[in-house]
């Protein structure tokens, strides 16, 4: 009875897992390893894995320490993992790594506040 239920298309990927797939490929572009990023942000293998294979929601903070570790700013990130939810392609597979840090801007200073628009 259920083969003549009509086929529902493929859901959305997650948040999370367009995260962690940004988060992945950039760190491979770097040549990073799980246990080098790990170390240096703090964030345990094992659960940097999760992340990066949409397993778990990682906290802003989490997401920054690593963030910082890739030469990320946190925004960045999260436009990369929106542009994998939006398109289907993870921005990172667009940029070069020299790319993505020279294209980003320097943070504003303390008493300004800046607002960007991405098209």
């Known amino acids: 009875m259920t083969d003549m239920l009509p086929h529902s298309p493929t859901p959305p990927p997650l948040w999370r897992e367009a995260l962690g797939r940004a988060l992945r490929l950039r760190r491979t572009d770097m040549g990073l390893t799980l246990a080098q990023v790990s170390h240096r942000s703090g964030v345990s293998t094992q659960f940097l894995s999760e992340i990066e294979r949409g397993l778990k929601d990682p906290s802003s903070e989490v997401i920054e320490a690593v963030a910082e570790v890739l030469e990320l700013q946190l925004p960045q990130v ?13 921005a990172t597979a667009l940029l070069s790594a020299t790319d993505m ?8 200073a303390a008493d300004q506040v800046r607002l960007a628009l991405a098209a």
Do not use: K, M
């Open 78 to 90: 999260l436009v990369l993992a929106a542009f994998g939810l939006t398109s289907g392609v993870p």
């Open 101 to 108: 840090t020279r294209a980003a801007p320097a943070p504003p």
